[in-house]
């Protein structure tokens, strides 16, 4: 089985982001999923795309929730990707 992928978009300084990713860290361990955080300032296009969204988390290609991340609305979702994986 392949593991599913997390994609965290954020940026320097973003203190929701620095908020959010510790929790990312905990969901990692519990649901075994493959995180990649990403800077949108290291990509135009990611920059083009997520300025006004940041922090963003797209579980295997799916934004699941942005700006102020519900934790709550983040494990039902990775709960419902994860365990179908």
Do not use: N
Not at 11 to 17: M, R
Not at 65 to 82: P, V
């Amino acid at each position: 089985m392949e593991k599913v992928e997390v994609h965290f978009y954020t940026k320097q300084g973003c203190h929701l982001c620095d908020q959010v990713l510790p929790m990312l860290k905990r969901l990692a361990q519990q649901f075994g999923f493959h995180l990649q955080i990403k800077d949108i300032h290291s990509d135009d296009k990611l920059l083009e795309a997520y300025a006004l969204m940041i922090p963003v988390v797209e579980v295997s290609g799916e934004i699941v929730d942005y700006g102020q991340i519900d934790q709550s609305k983040l494990y039902t979702a990775l709960e419902r990707i994860c365990v179908s994986s």
